[in-house]
């Protein structure tokens, strides 16, 4: 998380703006800060709301966790992040859209990508009747022996 506390430059604006206008999306004040945070060094990510916020913080950005939350879920509705649900009330927001598994480390409540190819599906089930699998996203959870 400490990659998103990085001074922001005219190309992190410029990576920001066009993630923005290419998802359709107006590059508000706030938005365009927050893109920043996001994937403004090119890099993903995998933020809650809070940590989003406090590096917003940190960078001097004024800006609620309302609007935080609220701008995660737009950036979402628009499909160029996707929530990632861990224990029902903790959520994770990531910036990498392609299809691809997670661990989740206990003893941090930190998200990371998994490996490619750490969960391998030999055999699927068959969808209920009058339904189909429309995606299947795994997160391994961990935490440290001992």
Not at 11 to 31: C, E, F, H, Y
Not at 67 to 76: G, K, Q, S
Not at 86 to 110: C, K, P, Q, V
Request: with cysteine.
């Amino acid at each position: 998380m400490t990659d998103m506390h990085a001074k922001r430059s005219g190309d992190s604006t410029r990576l920001a703006s066009a993630w923005l206008v290419n998802a359709g999306l107006r590059p508000t004040r706030q938005r365009l800060a927050l893109a920043e945070l996001l994937v403004g060094d090119g890099q993903n990510r995998h933020v809650s709301a809070e940590s989003l916020y406090e590096a917003a913080q940190d960078s001097e950005t004024p800006v609620s966790l309302a609007t935080v939350y609220n701008t995660l879920r737009t950036f979402c509705d628009v499909g160029i992040m996707r929530e990632i649900a861990i224990e029902g009330t903790r959520s994770y927001f990531d910036t990498r859209m392609d299809a691809h598994d997670h661990y989740f480390w206990e003893d941090e409540n930190l998200l990371t990508d998994a490996p490619a190819g750490a969960v391998q599906i030999h055999q699927m089930m068959d969808a209920p009747a009058g339904t189909e699998i429309a995606k299947i996203e795994v997160v391994i959870r961990l935490r440290r022996k001992g």
